[in-house]
């Protein structure tokens, strides 16, 4: 660089280690860097829409944002031009000079070698724009800031290495051009129809008009009895739209292809893989609106941290306002991704003036009904494609769904028939609630249900045994939020749900005035021995009882109605949170020898603690204290 005012910079280590990697491995895939490229154009133009509305000076008497797209063969260059926003010197150093976002480590842990995904994953992470150097041995950037002055325009130059160069120039049209210098081996994009068609396959659905010079054919004409001359393309100055222009969602669902539907999900999302499923609605009434939503195929890493974001933006009117808008689609909907575009909001709203409007609340319930619904459908649909959907999504984001039974009172009953899951008859996560109804036995008063860490502990409680023995089928719930949604569930269709292991079993019906009588007498005879046992544990269970719930184990831990289960109190304990004092019950088998020989023990303490201790082991805790555990035990084994 000539000029005196040039000045060196060093890029972030983070972005010189990425460049590194973006020359050296991502060729497989290298038409990417046109959808990055063009993409960030759109975006600047969407930034001035957003600060013109303030600022309409701003526009400087060129209203008319686009994307302009120059082909220069001599030069072997390809220009991507925009007249949105622009980048002050002190802009461009900061975000062509580093990245900000804290994502970057994670991308780079998460390359896989596979070009072609890592490819995908560059604009995932957002760092699109060094994409540039997978066909660019330099890339010049100039550039000018909506608003100031045009001898405040910067020069930004790098070959991809360590550093880059800026400096101040004269620049009188606002925005920005990227100047690619094409490589050696990249010259075929210098191709007319090829980058067309690049663009029409990634870029279609962007709102402005990305424009190329218009070509004519020209062909002298040959004078008489002359041979016919050869004509040629040539190129003019006149610009010619090459996409739709048309926001997607704006177009009639019948106008939009599954194609262009899928495309611009991956646009919007950088997500590499096809969504399961998607809904594309205008909807009018008091709050008018349009809704473009989809269900990806995979749940991100984060779903479950602070940092996971809710996937929709919002425009007005066209006009973008805001990503991840979380008032717009209800917390446990968080999963879905695309767009919502109100004709109502003003365009200046906030996102604390989102949380207040009306209009919003309508629009949150109207997509998580809409969402739900088409779940809804997925699951019901008979065709093959729509229940491998239906059975990814489930596997992906049914945790996150489950939260919706707490926070929807008014859509429970819609997720509880979207929820499946695992029996004591069938180890397969498939059994809908409606399915379980169909095969109660009769008599059978209630849907019942266990909780447990793992499919075996759940399959294998206690707390089953009288169940098996009588061949009532049990659903099997064995994901961390089950235990704390199924708090909220008391019924379903007008059937009570009930948790095997809370309060009291009562089998109603299903139990016989004999095995009544039976428990009856068993309660009197082992009243002594349920005495001395609450005696003995009275520091560990709020209540001794018989039970007829178990078959083959000695005793099993209830807990009391109404108070947390003991997966939930270690939950709650391994997150640092404060544990309410809660003890369960212990219920004792009248007919197992290890209980009997309880009666007259001279080990009665020993016995009693140890039989307390494999019921906690049952359901798939540890004993308070495993070396005094270990010391029962071993002083009953030498007995
Ligand atoms: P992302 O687009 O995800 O932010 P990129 O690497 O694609 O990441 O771009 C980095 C940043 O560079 C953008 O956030 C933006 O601030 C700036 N930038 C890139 N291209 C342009 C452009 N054409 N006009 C204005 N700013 C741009
Ligand atoms: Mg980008």
């Not at 004092?581 to 303490?605: C, M, R, Y």
């Amino acid at each position: 660089m000539s000029e005196a005012n040039a000045q060196k910079h060093s890029f972030q280590a983070e972005v010189a280690q990425l460049l590194h990697l973006v020359t050296h491995s991502l060729y497989s895939n290298p038409e990417i860097f046109l959808r990055e490229l063009i993409s960030n154009a759109s975006d600047a133009c969407d930034k001035l829409r957003f600060e013109g509305i303030n600022h309409p000076e701003y526009y400087e008497n060129d209203p008319d944002l686009h994307v302009r797209v120059t082909l220069d063969a001599d030069k072997k260059q390809i220009i991507i031009s925009d007249n949105g926003i622009g980048l002050t010197e002190a802009e461009a150093i900061e975000h062509l000079g580093t990245i900000a976002k804290s994502g970057t480590k994670d991308f780079m842990s998460k390359l896989s070698g596979d070009q072609k995904s890592d490819a995908q994953l560059i604009g995932q992470f957002g760092v699109g724009f060094y994409s540039g150097f997978i066909v660019a041995d330099k890339i010049t950037v100039e550039s000018r800031r909506a608003g100031v002055e045009a001898s405040q325009g910067v020069r930004w130059v790098s070959n991809g290495t360590g550093e880059f160069e800026t400096e101040t120039i004269e620049k009188t049209d606002r925005g920005t051009d990227i100047i690619l210098h094409l490589r050696e081996d990249a010259t075929e994009y210098l191709d007319r129809f090829k980058v067309k068609q690049i663009i029409n396959k990634y870029s279609d659905h962007i709102s402005l008009p990305i424009e190329m010079q218009k070509q004519v054919w020209q062909q002298e004409e040959a004078a008489e009895g002359e041979e016919a001359k050869p004509g040629q393309y040539v190129t003019t100055d006149e610009w010619e739209a090459i996409n739709s222009a048309s926001a997607l969602w704006t177009r009639n669902k019948n106008e939009v292809s599954e194609e262009q539907y899928q495309e611009f999900y991956k646009n919007l999302t950088h997500d590499f893989a096809n969504p399961l499923a998607w809904a594309h609605n205008r909807v009018e009434g008091s709050t008018e609106y349009t809704q473009l939503l989809y269900i990806p195929s995979k749940a991100p890493s984060n779903i479950f941290t602070r940092e996971a974001k809710a996937g929709i933006k919002l425009y007005v009117k066209r006009v973008f306002i805001m990503d991840d808008a979380d008032n717009l689609i209800p917390n446990y909907l968080r999963f879905v991704q695309g767009i919502v575009d109100s004709a109502d909001l003003p365009l200046n709203v906030s996102r604390e003036l989102l949380q207040e409007s009306r209009d919003v609340k309508t629009i949150r319930e109207g997509n998580a009904r809409r969402i739900l619904t088409m779940l809804d459908g997925l699951a019901k649909s008979e065709d093959e494609k729509d229940q491998e959907n239906f059975k990814t999504f489930y596997r992906e984001f049914a945790s996150v769904l489950k939260e919706g039974l707490g926070e929807d009172l008014a859509n429970r009953e819609r997720i509880l028939k979207l929820l499946r899951f695992a029996t004591s008859s069938n180890d397969e996560v498939s059994t809908s609630l409606s399915d379980y109804k169909a095969r109660m036995k009769d008599g059978q008063k209630a849907i019942y249900y266990v909780t447990a860490e793992s499919l075996n502990a759940a399959k294998n409680s206690p707390q089953l045994e009288l169940f098996k023995k009588k061949d009532i089928e049990v659903l099997l719930m064995t994901e961390r939020v089950d235990e704390w949604a199924m708090e909220f569930v008391h019924e379903f269709d007008g059937t009570p749900l009930q948790n095997v292991a809370k309060g009291a079993v009562d089998l109603g019906d299903l139990q016989d005035a004999e095995e009544k009588q039976a428990l009856e007498q068993a309660a009197e005879a082992f009243k002594p021995v349920v005495e001395q046992l609450s005696t003995s544990l009275k520091d560990k269970t709020k209540e001794v009882r018989v039970t007829t719930r178990l078959v083959d184990s000695p005793a099993c831990l209830v807990t009391p109605e109404g108070q947390l289960s003991p997966q939930l109190i270690r939950m709650l304990k391994d997150a640092g949170q404060p544990v309410p004092d809660s003890k369960p019950i212990l219920e004792i088998n009248p007919s197992h020898p290890l209980v009997q020989k309880l009666q007259g023990s001279a080990q009665f303490d020993n016995l009693a603690n140890v039989i307390f201790d494999q019921a906690v082991i049952a359901e798939g805790g540890l004993p308070e204290d495993p070396a005094e555990y270990v010391k029962r035990i071993n002083s009953l084994l030498l007995a």
